[in-house]
């Protein structure tokens, strides 16, 4: 598998799943085992331009090596991720959170948006 081949890595992508005071959230996920397949999947997402275009990718993973996260800038975010992968004990799965800024801060809701994002995830993941 080449760096920018993803075809073999199935991506559940729920869209935008909540919305607050102007800013948008979606939740995409995939199995995953190494870093490699995190960054093919956050390609993969990202040859949608209007992931690409977004404020925010954040991100967090379970691996056999253990966490990984990213922020992206959206600061304590990737953090947020990881606990609630590990709480719900998703191993071997990345889970990214896409945030469009609405142009108003959010403050310490930003945090309750990622976490309502992942609790969709996990709920459809769950169907």
Do not use: C
């Not at 992931?51 to 993973?61: E, G, L, P, R, V």
């Not at 991720?81 to 142009?103: C, D, K, N, P, S």
């Amino acid at each position: 598998m080449t760096s920018t081949d993803t075809s073999t890595i199935p991506l559940t992508q729920l869209g935008v799943v909540l919305t607050d005071r102007g800013s948008r959230y979606a939740v995409t996920g995939a199995p995953v085992t190494s870093r490699a397949q995190v960054d093919q999947v956050l390609a993969s997402l990202k040859e949608d331009r209007s992931y690409a275009k977004a404020t925010h990718n954040t991100w967090a993973a379970l691996l056999p090596t253990g966490g990984l996260k990213a922020d992206d800038g959206e600061s304590g975010a990737g953090m947020v991720i990881l606990r609630m992968l590990e709480r719900a004990e998703l191993r071997e799965h990345v889970i990214i959170v896409t945030r469009w800024y609405g142009g108003k801060k959010l403050g310490g809701d930003r945090f309750r948006r990622v976490q309502d994002a992942v609790r969709a995830y996990l709920e459809h993941r769950a169907e």
